[in-house]
């Protein structure tokens, strides 16, 4: 049984316009400094300034035709496209409004993760009322997101994240409700994600996940609308990088044993910085290449993976195993496109941005585990100082972020 001071603490509920509020406040601290970036030297001219689909915009059905028929740079996200087209045709080309976007972006998607932790804790049953609003605050002010939200050209992942998050909620608000309307909503939902940016495909798997777990009385055949977008856009995603050549690249050639370090070392990076970010960098270079062998310490990473799934199955009678599963698959299922198991057109071996909804998993079970281990603890006084540690690791984060958005202002990254 929960202390009374354990249980007074988890059944804390924090209203939707409580976390509104607060995540406001702290996106604005974190990125109070927005009016300092420009462009970016790197990608913002020929993904935006340069943009033909952008400058020369006429709302015709020509227009129309060709931005949703043609690919650009090697890359298809229409929907991406015209977002810059409404801020362009709005306040020119003035980087201040595109930042601005972004951030409000970041800021909704807060708001909907709260909103899906929320579903996913209510189907499990699981009564813990603060666990919703921490995953989203820390998942909202964490430095690996401070890319996604400033980088001008990155704005393809807060907008396919935004869809991609209401078709989730509205699947499973259909699981409940079973309303042809809703399952609509969802599948229109996706699809636009899928238009916004390539890696959306992957959020079918989510939709399978869901449905596996959560839909008692629901036929199998509803998600088939979502694998038939999958399959479309992955053979769109596959022509627009033959398309650009972007099939040539030396670390192609990976063997599949470096390649599997490769993954197993990306998936270690992205779960290390998602519980305490360090030395987080815009660049990070390949460790190895075709021509090269890989380091000792490398080989160090599947140890370490392998130590962490075996602890996890070794306490799966202890903890809810569902909440674990639900944490683990939305990372794992979401990185699948950026760990180098296949063949894709990547000039970094990591980026920051690959992390922005994979890192909701972790989160979700790094704060079941901390709360999993307050229960566990039974004192009066661990609640507060749970507290404190809470508040200490989200003024690291916050400080981190802020500096983050700082260096992207000193050096226009």
Not at 309 to 328: A, C, D, E, T, Y
Not at 368 to 391: A, C, E, Q, R, W
Request: aromatic share 18%.
């Amino acid at each position: 049984m929960k202390s009374n001071t354990l249980k007074r603490f988890t059944d804390s509920k924090i209203t939707s316009f409580d976390f509104i509020i607060l995540t406001i406040v702290l996106s604005l601290i974190i990125y109070g400094n927005l009016r300092l970036l420009g462009f970016s030297k790197n990608d913002d001219s020929w993904m935006l300034l340069e943009n033909p689909f952008v400058i020369n915009a006429k709302f015709s059905a020509k227009y129309f035709i060709s931005i949703f028929s043609e690919f650009y740079g090697g890359q298809y996200s229409p929907v991406n496209t015209l977002y810059y087209v409404v801020l362009y045709k709005i306040f020119g080309p003035n980087p201040l409004y595109f930042h601005l976007g972004s951030l409000l972006l970041h800021t909704i998607n807060t708001y909907l993760i709260y909103i899906f932790i929320n579903q996913i804790l209510i189907f499990i049953q699981h009564k813990n009322l603060l666990i919703a609003p921490l995953v989203a605050i820390l998942w909202c002010i964490h430095p690996l997101n401070v890319e996604s939200v400033v980088w001008i050209s990155a704005s393809k992942i807060p907008l396919y994240s935004f869809f991609g998050l209401l078709s989730l909620i509205r699947y499973l608000k259909f699981l409940v409700s079973k309303s042809k309307l809703i399952f609509l909503f969802s599948v229109v939902a996706f699809l636009i994600s899928c238009l916004c940016k390539e890696q959306a495909v992957l959020l079918c798997m989510m939709v399978v996940l869901l449905h596996y777990l959560f839909a008692k009385d629901t036929k199998w055949y509803f998600v088939l609308p979502f694998v038939t977008i999958m399959l479309i856009f992955t053979v769109i995603g596959f022509l627009t990088s033959q398309d650009d050549g972007q099939l040539s690249l030396v670390y192609d050639h990976l063997s599949l044993s470096h390649r599997i370090l490769l993954s197993i070392y990306s998936i270690c990076f992205y779960i290390f910085n998602s519980i305490l970010p360090l030395k987080l960098s815009y660049y990070y270079p390949f460790e190895f290449s075709s021509s090269s062998n890989p380091s000792v310490q490398l080989y160090v990473f599947p140890i370490i993976l392998f130590s962490l799934v075996f602890l996890m199955l070794s306490i799966k009678k202890q903890i809810n195993w569902k909440i674990i599963l639900v944490g683990s698959l939305t990372f794992g299922i979401n990185l699948l496109l950026s760990v180098h198991l296949m063949p894709l057109h990547r000039q970094s071996m990591l980026a920051n941005r690959y992390a922005y909804i994979p890192l909701i998993g972790i989160l979700l079970i790094i704060i079941y585990l901390v709360f999993y281990g307050l229960d566990s603890i039974k004192h009066k006084s661990t609640p507060y100082y749970t507290i404190v540690l809470l508040l200490i690791y989200g003024g690291y984060l916050l400080y981190s972020s802020s500096s983050l958005v700082f260096q992207y202002a000193q050096y226009n990254i």
